[in-house]
């Protein structure tokens, strides 16, 4: 096994152990409880830190990544910005392949650290031609492809790390157990972590995958969830009945979410509301997980922040929240 940089170890400390917070919903006229681990206090503002930590530590240890090797990888955006971040700290040069379509605060942020970006548009193939490119180039001398699609080490950062912390928190909060953890769906690699280590000490643990409503062919507004295919590390066979959410549905609630002092993105809307019906169909009793994924600052330019109404199409409204852990 090869030695960890002394800048990995660093950077670790600014990964994980983030808040656990309570947040009480009415929906469809019941009150729920949702506990949600809050990630915009990552290093570089979302969840994807964690994977990307992950991977780069495991990189390392077997001797796939060498210092000073390029990091080429295709995203959505997170997981591009949290490489970007993590490189420019170690000294990695970043090269990113993401669909043209994405928000302008995910481009700037991504060139802002050093990275080199790669734009390719609906006609040039989208998102599965960036998965190609990152492969193709990726796998030349020099250059290292962490393939976050597919990649183990991407589900076990959140079995390792970010469904213990919840653990935790929840059992300092009084409560035993959880019943089920709702998640919107980019990589898969967080709910399947979560799936995995609640199940292992819970015989009827559920995990709930979130798509949004026309993801068959990437043309919504929830950006990170729904890439229009299922990545090799998803197993749905293994998880609960998939919950739909409209773009519409996630951006009103993300606003009342940002709207109460937590600054998150759109997904985060989308897992909440989608926590909150599952919360509902389960019953008073049910204590249900789920996560805000990242910050609002990579959408301002995007219909979050336009001004434009987003008219909920069901009953719910966010009562109060409280940091428990």
Excluded at 58 to 87: D, K, V
Excluded at 201 to 228: C, K, L, T, W, Y
Excluded at 239 to 267: C, E, T
Aim: glycine letters at 10%; a neutral charge; proline letters at 4%.
């Amino acid at each position: 096994m090869k030695k960890i940089p002394s800048s990995l170890e660093k950077l670790s400390k600014f990964v994980g152990n983030t808040p656990l917070v309570e947040v009480t919903c009415e929906f469809q006229g019941k009150k729920v409880t949702i506990f949600v681990k809050y990630e915009a206090w990552n290093f570089s503002g979302s969840i994807k830190d964690r994977m990307a930590l992950s991977i780069l530590k495991s990189g390392y240890s077997c001797g796939r990544l060498q210092p000073g090797e390029t990091i080429i990888e295709a995203t959505s955006g997170n997981t591009g910005i949290s490489f970007a971040a993590m490189g420019a700290f170690m000294g990695h040069p970043v090269e990113i392949y993401m669909p043209s379509w994405l928000s302008e605060e995910r481009k700037r942020i991504l060139r802002f650290y050093g990275a080199i970006l790669h734009e390719i548009t609906v006609e040039q193939g989208g998102f599965l031609k960036c998965i190609e490119l990152a492969g193709i180039e990726g796998s030349k001398e020099g250059s290292f492809c962490p393939k976050q699609f597919e990649n183990s080490n991407n589900p076990a950062a959140h079995l390792m790390t970010t469904a213990p912390e919840m653990e935790r928190g929840l059992l300092k909060a009084g409560y035993a157990d959880i019943n089920a953890f709702v998640a919107g769906v980019g990589t898969g690699g967080t709910i399947m972590g979560f799936f995995r280590h609640f199940s292992q000490i819970m015989n009827d643990f559920q995990a709930f995958p979130v798509f949004p409503v026309n993801n068959s062919d990437g043309s919504h507004r929830i950006e990170g969830i729904g890439d229009s295919f299922v990545p090799k590390i998803l197993s749905l066979s293994e998880l609960g009945r998939v919950i739909r959410v409209s773009d519409s549905d996630a951006i009103a609630v993300s606003r009342n979410i940002n709207k109460m002092g937590l600054s998150v993105g759109i997904s985060s809307g989308a897992n909440l509301l989608a926590a909150a019906q599952k919360a509902y169909e389960l019953g008073p009793q049910a204590v249900v997980g789920t996560v805000f994924s990242d910050c609002n600052k990579k959408y301002l330019s995007t219909d979050l922040c336009s001004g434009s109404e987003e008219i909920l199409s069901v009953d719910f409204k966010i009562l109060d929240y409280k940091i428990i852990s």
